[in-house]
């Protein structure tokens, strides 16, 4: 590739990132390796702020800083042969940015999370920004078909991938388990979770329960919203590090889901799977590329408290068959789900789209 790729990064990254890394304490992360592969510059916020300026400080204002993001990967499209945008929050105001600048523009991938919201079908209905994207590359098999449907697109131009997993970092043999006097079970993470069914599911359940509440790109704030958490229920912030530990002392990881239609959840219940861990999984429209019911873990109605504390009982009471649905999420992770094919597979999506050639833009 003769001139540069830009990956966005929605975000800050720290700038010990790599020290963290090397010594063991934290996965590598996948904008870190994908940069590698696509030989790419990285653009988080603080970068997108210089190249931006005072126009970028009126953006940020008015819409935040995804949009000073899409704005500075704009202004330096004429030095790109493509951009990557790691969500629709940045890759849709770039596609509209490069729709309607005349002329000559950069191949455009952009990872979708969950393009079905109402003011983001805007860009598509009345803006036609799907013209300046050149991959949509979904985790989930719901929002590639609502896309293909929506815009009607081939399936070549919206790509699905499995999520995906360090799964060097999260790996049985990096933790050793602690011994507990009675069982213990967990839940990860905080978009879109409906810890309120899982508190009602385990009430006096004879098993610790502990929910790790936090996660760096939830938009909610606090891990659970209820005047009253039982006993055995522990809720407390984990670093990714810590997060391991937890797995590995637990007997397996319920997933309680609103009735969601993207991948929420994902990133929890492929590191989970990592550690040999079965998963007890809300079953919702976008939830349903990972967990294989009766083969890596069971799938429960959401919002059903009574058919959770069911299967957690069931599950409980066979931890052989625990440890197989477990041993079966981590032969997933080894086989599809896992950071390097990850990246294998984005490197694909970008070569094929650039050796399409290079559009028009207007």
């Known amino acids: ?48 702020r210089k190249i931006a300026g005072r126009t970028g400080a009126v953006l940020e204002k008015l819409g935040g800083p995804n949009l000073v993001l899409a704005y500075a990967c704009w202004k330096v499209r004429k030095s790109c042969q493509a951009i990557v945008t790691d969500g629709e929050q940045v890759g849709l105001p770039l596609a509209a940015l490069l729709k309607f600048t005349p ?17 983001k079908t805007v ?5 036609g920004v799907q013209s300046a994207i050149d991959r949509f590359i979904t985790y989930s098999r ?19 991938t499995p999520f995906m997993v360090d799964q ?3 790996a049985p043999k990096q933790v050793t388990p602690n011994s507990r006097a009675r069982p213990q079970i967990c839940a990860v993470g905080l978009e879109r979770r409906d810890y309120e069914t899982l508190l009602r599911a385990v009430e006096d359940l004879d098993v610790d329960v502990v929910i790790a509440a936090a996660s760096p790109w939830a938009k909610r704030t606090e891990g659970v919203a209820t005047p009253t958490i039982p006993s055995n229920v522990t809720v407390r912030k984990f670093t990714q590090y810590e997060l391991r530990q937890l797995y590995a002392d637990s007997c397996f990881m319920v997933m309680p889901l609103e009735n969601v239609k993207f991948q929420a959840g ?14 007890i999984c809300s079953r919702t429209d976008g939830q349903t590329d990972v967990v294989v019911e009766d083969k890596n873990g069971r799938y429960v109605p959401p919002g059903d408290p009574s ?5 957690i009982r069931r599950l409980l009471s066979s931890p052989t068959e ?16 896992n950071l390097d094919l990850y990246v294998k597979r984005l490197t694909g999506f970008l070569h094929e789209a650039v050796e399409e050639g290079t559009p028009s833009e207007g």
Request: aromatic share 8%; proline share 3%.
């Open 142 to 160: 719901w929002q590639q078909r609502f896309i293909e449907d929506r815009c009607k697109l081939d399936r070549n131009r919206v790509r699905w």
């Open 266 to 279: 994902v990133t929890a219940i492929l590191e989970c799977f990592a550690m040999g861990k079965a998963v």
């Open 322 to 337: 625990a440890i197989r649905l477990g041993a079966d999420g981590r032969n997933l992770v080894e086989r599809q789900m």
């Open 168 to 170: 060097e970092f999260f």
């Open 1 to 48: 590739m003769s001139k540069r790729v830009i990956l966005t990064v929605s975000g800050v990254i720290s700038a010990d990132i790599q020290e963290q890394i090397a010594s063991g304490h934290r996965p590598r992360a996948d904008y870190l390796e994908l940069a590698l592969s696509f030989n790419a510059d990285l653009l988080d916020y603080p970068a997108a």
């Open 123 to 127: 860009f598509l209905d009345w803006l």
């Open 103 to 119: 002329g000559t523009r950069p191949r455009h991938l952009m990872i979708v999370h969950v393009i079905s919201e109402p003011k």
């Open 307 to 311: 058919s959770l504390r069911a299967e």
